[in-house]
């Protein structure tokens, strides 16, 4: 999707008009380069209650002789938030058919530049599809790109067109992250997803990216990452993502659990549904798609981000449960269950986090399907060793309508997970209730001290669990279906407003 800016009120192509609950005409201001035929047959359709513009409706106008036209719904104007905004944008995508065409102008009256930028930045969130495995119809006409123009008042121009530009690069992180856990685990496995990040650095300076190889790890002592690798033909690898790596200076530091395609290992998972189970390195996948975003945009602080890759697959060179193994850490984990998988690859990537003194860490993981039963799709599970840190956070999501909810860090999960009698922790609960809490509890053994000093302070560390709300979600309006690409604009917003 193309969008630019232009002041006046020219239309090419389909009119989108947003429209507030109650309007009873076209604005004053549209009149100008509106058809009187499309005008009249718009006022007769508001006049006669026939669109009530509630919020993310449409309503499409075609075949007049005046032109065509998308009315849009934002809501009761007292309601109408960005995050309407947002939604009304997403919405004219979803509903566009091939006979509105791919020449899009949109006509606000009177909204802020925040309110048309957030209107544009759903529609470029919405304009997104996965199709690359379906072989194209040689008959069926090619759409192309399509070409949206904002109209806004003289003057407005530049600060819109900048605030369009950054949704757009934000936009193209969220899409990256979505391609990267929608492609199939044949496709994409831990190799795989190291050659993309490679290339993909190609194109910035001020990016480098470091693989640590098969080979590396296991002479590193990634016990973790090596345990949960092994048994698939295709090996782990560590991914490590530098923006800015030559400034000095602390900097946010994102560990992704990335999880190719997760089997549950030799604890076999149920054959049910397992093809979801690709999207079990969309932790990785959103860490990827923030490097995007900031590197995009011409972020100019420093970012260091790490994703820890695996497949976890049954096989006679494949861990089991009863094994002991021994993490970069050096602290020795219990198996008790290979499914539980994701925490032993971060128990390595948290530990090497350290070697960066980040000013705080903050880790996304499809961790476990207790956080699903929680709160759903409808919320991401947030832990923090930090509670305004939690709070900035939660907070940071709620700024760009990605909802990151607070969960508890108790001594109690912790004590549970250290209790094993053969090794220092275990990879497994007691019991099968706090199974989310547990797990995050897990993690916080391996988030390191400062400099690793063994009595010093613990970095700031968040735990994000993203196992409901990076692919399924049907109510995120953003998305359609498949990966959701979720909290690349979360952590856009948390890095980018200090
Ligand atoms: N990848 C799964 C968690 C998951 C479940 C993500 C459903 C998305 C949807 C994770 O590796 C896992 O299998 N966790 C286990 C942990 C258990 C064995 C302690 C789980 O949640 O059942
Ligand atoms: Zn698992
Ligand atoms: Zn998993």
């Given at each position: 999707?193309?969008?630019?800016?232009?002041?006046?009120?020219?239309?090419?192509?389909?009119?989108?008009?947003?429209?507030?609950?109650?309007?009873?005409?076209?604005?004053?201001?549209?009149?100008?380069?509106?058809?009187?035929?499309?005008?009249?047959?718009?006022?007769?359709?508001?006049?006669?209650?026939?669109?009530?513009?509630?919020?993310?409706?449409?309503?499409?106008?075609?075949?007049?002789?005046?032109?065509?036209?998308?009315?849009?719904?934002?809501?009761?104007?007292?309601?109408?938030?960005?995050?309407?905004?947002?939604?009304?944008?997403?919405?004219?995508?979803?509903?566009?058919?091939?006979?509105?065409?791919?020449?899009?102008?949109?006509?606000?009256?009177?909204?802020?530049?925040?309110?048309?930028?957030?209107?544009?930045?759903?529609?470029?969130?919405?304009?997104?599809?996965?199709?690359?495995?379906?072989?194209?119809?040689?008959?069926?006409?090619?759409?192309?790109?399509?070409?949206?123009?904002?109209?806004?008042?003289?003057?407005?121009?530049?600060?819109?067109?900048?605030?369009?530009?950054?949704?757009?690069?934000?936009?193209?992180?969220?899409?990256?992250?979505?391609?990267?856990g929608n492609?199939?685990?044949?496709?994409?496995?831990?190799?795989?997803?190291?050659?993309?990040?490679?290339?993909?650095?190609?194109?910035?300076?001020?990016?480098?990216?470091?693989?640590?190889?098969?080979?590396?790890?296991?002479?590193?002592?990634?016990?973790?990452?090596?345990?949960?690798?092994?048994?698939?033909?295709?090996?782990?690898?560590?991914?490590?993502?530098?923006?800015?790596?030559?400034?000095?200076?602390?900097?946010?530091?994102?560990?992704?659990?990335?999880?190719?395609?997760?089997?549950?290992?030799?604890?076999?998972?149920?054959?049910?549904?397992?093809?979801e189970?690709?999207y079990?390195?969309g932790?990785?996948?959103?860490?990827?798609?923030?490097?995007?975003?900031?590197?995009?945009?011409?972020?100019?602080?420093?970012?260091?981000?790490?994703?820890?890759?695996?497949?976890?697959?049954?096989?006679?060179?494949?861990?089991?449960?009863?094994?002991?193994?021994?993490?970069?850490?050096?602290?020795?984990?219990?198996?008790?269950?290979?499914?539980?998988?994701?925490?032993?690859?971060?128990?390595?990537?948290?530990?090497?986090?350290?070697?960066?003194?980040?000013?705080?860490?903050?880790?996304?993981?499809t961790?476990?399907?207790?956080?699903?039963?929680?709160?759903?799709h409808?919320?991401?599970?947030?832990?923090?060793?930090?509670?305004?840190?939690?709070?900035?956070?939660?907070?940071?999501?709620?700024?760009?309508?990605?909802?990151?909810?607070?969960?508890?860090?108790?001594?109690?999960?912790?004590?549970?997970?250290?209790?094993?009698?053969?090794?220092?922790?275990?990879?497994?609960?007691?019991?099968?209730?706090?199974?989310?809490?547990?797990?995050?509890?897990?993690?916080?053994?391996?988030?390191?001290?400062?400099?690793?000093?063994?009595?010093?302070?613990?970095?700031?560390?968040?735990?994000?669990?993203?196992?409901g709300t990076y692919w399924g979600a049907?109510?995120?309006?953003?998305?359609?279906n498949g990966a959701t690409?979720?909290?690349?604009?979360?952590?856009?917003?948390?890095?980018?407003?200090?």
């Amino acid at each position: 999707m193309k969008v630019s800016v232009s002041p006046g009120h020219n239309i090419n192509g389909t009119l989108i008009l947003p429209l507030f609950e109650g309007s009873e005409a076209v604005p004053d201001s549209h009149e100008a380069g509106l058809h009187t035929a499309l005008k009249g047959q718009i006022n007769r359709i508001l006049h006669d209650g026939d669109f009530k513009a509630k919020q993310k409706s449409t309503l499409s106008i075609i075949g007049g002789e005046g032109g065509k036209a998308m009315l849009v719904g934002l809501g009761k104007e007292n309601d109408a938030d960005i995050h309407a905004f947002r939604k009304a944008g997403a919405a004219v995508i979803a509903n566009r058919k091939k006979a509105h065409g791919t020449d899009l102008t949109v006509q606000f009256s009177g909204a802020s530049i925040e309110a048309m930028g957030a209107f544009a930045e759903g529609m470029l969130l919405r304009d997104y599809s996965y199709d690359h495995y379906k072989q194209q119809d040689e008959d069926e006409d090619k759409e192309g790109e399509i070409d949206v123009r904002v109209t806004c008042d003289e003057g407005q121009e530049d600060e819109l067109e900048s605030v369009i530009k950054i949704h757009a690069g934000v936009a193209s992180g969220v899409h990256l992250s979505r391609d990267l856990g929608n492609c199939p685990p044949n496709d994409m496995y831990p190799e795989a997803f190291a050659d993309q990040a490679w290339e993909w650095a190609k194109q910035y300076d001020d990016i480098e990216v470091t693989i640590i190889n098969y080979d590396q790890a296991v002479k590193a002592g990634m016990g973790g990452l090596v345990a949960v690798g092994m048994g698939s033909a295709r090996k782990p690898c560590m991914v490590i993502f530098e923006l800015n790596g030559k400034k000095s200076g602390r900097c946010p530091l994102l560990v992704g659990k990335g999880i190719t395609f997760d089997t549950g290992g030799i604890s076999l998972k149920p054959g049910a549904n397992m093809d979801e189970m690709k999207y079990d390195m969309g932790g990785s996948a959103t860490v990827f798609g923030t490097m995007q975003a900031l590197a995009s945009t011409g972020h100019k602080g420093k970012v260091v981000a790490i994703t820890c890759m695996a497949e976890n697959m049954p096989s006679s060179n494949a861990q089991r449960p009863g094994d002991v193994i021994k993490t970069l850490s050096g602290k020795t984990i219990e198996i008790l269950n290979t499914d539980a998988e994701g925490r032993l690859v971060l128990a390595d990537g948290l530990w090497k986090a350290g070697e960066f003194d980040p000013e705080y860490i903050i880790d996304f993981a499809t961790l476990t399907g207790a956080c699903v039963v929680a709160l759903g799709h409808e919320a991401t599970g947030l832990w923090s060793n930090d509670d305004d840190f939690r709070t900035r956070i939660h907070e940071a999501g709620n700024a760009v309508d990605e909802l990151a909810w607070p969960m508890p860090l108790l001594p109690a999960f912790e004590k549970e997970m250290t209790d094993s009698k053969i090794a220092d922790t275990r990879n497994l609960g007691a019991g099968r209730w706090g199974g989310a809490n547990t797990a995050a509890a897990f993690l916080k053994q391996f988030v390191p001290n400062r400099n690793y000093e063994k009595d010093g302070e613990q970095i700031t560390w968040a735990h994000m669990d993203i196992a409901g709300t990076y692919w399924g979600a049907k109510t995120n309006s953003m998305v359609g279906n498949g990966a959701t690409g979720i909290h690349v604009r979360t952590m856009y917003h948390l890095i980018t407003n200090g």
